[in-house]
């Protein structure tokens, strides 16, 4: 099993341009979500869904959109790329995400300059 | 609102010497807690769940424990492949997860 999936690996933005980070997840898990990683820092959750059409804001919404028309896909799009977005940005899938554990894929490595 | 801290930040140990990672919890009802290793450069990997108090999970060097109040992730006998950073987290009942920032084990040979 592919498990979980992220696109691109690494990824290098000028200041206010838009882009697309890409998950996709073979499971056929019902929960999935978007974290992004600073340096030395815990996970924060930007958004999260509980199944295809419905999403919810985490902590730290602001500056990213996410949409959910399938089970198995979950992209999260910047729209007006800041430095403060550069990070490392993890998606994760789960079964029911209260009981079960989340899967990660290996992250998006992203660079705002 | 659901809080999880973990402690020590960072932990060096010698090869073969075991020590123990701590995770306290504070929840509204604890549905379960999860331990993570991740490594460098890649997502978080799960280890264990424990669902209730006094349940304990093994695998290889590794044991995880639970109480009322925190989780211990004990480490018998560890080898420089131990080197990662723990993290645990418990879900709530939307569906999120709250996780605690993480102890970095760096085992020297």
């Known amino acids: 099993n592919a498990g979980v999936t992220q696109t691109p690996k690494f990824r290098i933005l000028k200041i206010g341009q838009s882009m697309t980070l890409q998950c996709a997840q073979d499971?056929?898990?019902?929960?999935m979500y978007w974290y992004r990683q600073d340096p030395g820092m815990g996970l924060k959750l930007i958004y999260y869904s509980v199944g295809a059409g419905i999403t919810d804001k985490g902590e730290v919404p602001n500056g990213y959109n996410v949409s959910r028309s399938t089970t198995e896909d979950f992209p999260l799009r910047l729209e007006l790329a800041a430095p403060s977005q550069t990070s490392v940005y993890f998606c994760a899938s789960s079964y029911n995400g209260v009981d079960q554990p989340q899967h990660f894929g290996d992250g998006t490595r992203l660079s705002i300059l | 609102e659901d809080q999880v801290t973990q402690s020590p930040e960072a932990l060096r140990l010698q090869e073969g010497e075991s020590s123990s990672l701590n995770c306290s919890y504070t929840v509204s009802g604890l549905r379960g807690l999860f331990w993570y290793r991740q490594d460098p450069g890649k997502g978080p990997e799960f280890l264990f769940t424990l669902y209730s108090a006094g349940e304990e999970k093994e695998k290889e060097r590794l044991k995880a424990t639970l109480t009322k109040k925190e989780s211990f992730l004990h480490i018998t006998a560890p080898k420089p492949e131990d080197s990662a950073t723990y993290l645990c987290a418990v879900p709530s009942n939307a569906g999120k997860s709250t996780f605690g920032d993480g102890t970095t084990l760096t085992v020297k040979p």
């Open positions: 499971m056929n898990h019902n929960y």
